[in-house]
């Protein structure tokens, strides 16, 4: 495959790179919950939230505020976002970044390495069994890390078929954009009925605000937490990580 001799052909880099990935999942084997931060600049569900878009002062207040990871949008349609951007923002930080990408090609997941992410994010419901394991595979092959986005129980289910780790339970549906965090307390849950909790990691994603919101998630137990517009929105993203009770 054209894709295996591009990857030959970049050995060294390859080698290289591979030897430099930072672990979420190191992050989110401790005690406490493992905070990522987002930096995006609109959503399709909000328009423009940021119109002073400063993604490396974002970052630094992100990092100071001891942030375990940095989730950045390169979608450009929905998000304004860029590779570009990820690309600024590797050289800013060692923190793990995520890249935050409608994923349904393998050609992204190679491209996703080589501008610098540490985790990919694949949604379950955009891709086929056979995608997902396939893209895994690559993650595996590459060192990277995979969040693997679930919204619903036949998710979730599919999802516990494959070799992911770490499942990031998002509260948002993306077919009307409405936010309920009532998702991750379900299917965190169903995850526990099933007796995979201990073998995989839990994020909650989307929706998250407030205080009372944290303590919710942390009740339930889950390892991480995906905070975007929230911390987009903050006139000090420091304050409000202080404030949710994350650093
Ligand atoms: O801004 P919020 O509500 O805090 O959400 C962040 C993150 O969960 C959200 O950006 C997201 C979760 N999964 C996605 C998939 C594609 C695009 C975006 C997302």
Redesign the pocket.
């Known amino acids: 495959m054209i894709l295996d001799k591009i990857v030959e052909h970049k050995k060294k880099e390859v080698k290289e790179l591979k030897a430099k990935r930072r672990s979420l999942k190191e992050k989110l084997a401790s005690d406490k919950i493992s905070l990522l931060a987002?930096i995006?600049k609109a959503?399709p569900s909000?328009g423009l939230?940021q119109p002073n878009f400063k993604p490396d002062v974002q970052l630094k207040a992100y990092e100071k505020a001891g942030a375990a990871g940095i989730?950045v949008?390169t979608?450009q349609k929905?998000?304004q976002g860029s590779s570009q951007i990820l690309k600024q923002m590797r050289k800013l930080t060692e923190l793990p970044i995520l890249r935050?990408?409608?994923i349904i090609d393998p050609l992204q997941v190679y491209e996703s390495f080589f501008i610098g992410a540490d985790v990919v994010?694949l949604?379950a419901a955009i891709l086929t069994d056979q995608e997902l394991n396939k893209f895994l595979d690559i993650c595996r092959e590459l060192k990277l890390e995979a969040i693997v986005?679930v919204h619903s129980l036949a998710d979730l289910k599919r999802v516990l078929k494959t070799e992911a780790e770490i499942i990031?339970i998002?509260?948002?549906d993306?077919n009307d954009f409405s936010?309920q965090l009532k998702t991750t307390a379900e299917l965190a849950a169903e995850l526990e009925k099933l007796g995979e909790r201990d073998n995989h990691y839990l994020i909650a994603?989307?929706?998250?605000?407030t205080k009372e919101d944290l303590d919710f998630l942390k009740e339930i137990g889950v390892d991480g937490v995906?905070?975007?517009?929230?911390?987009?929105r903050a006139e000090s993203p420091a304050a409000k990580i202080k404030e949710l009770g994350l650093n």
Not at 226 to 232: A, K, N, R, S, V
Request: proline share 0%; hydrophobic share 40%; aromatic share 8%.
């Open positions: 987002e995006k959503s909000k939230i989730s949008l979608d929905f998000f935050k990408e409608f994010l949604i986005e990031g998002n509260n948002r993306l936010v994603e989307s929706g998250i605000k995906l905070i975007g517009e929230t911390l987009m």
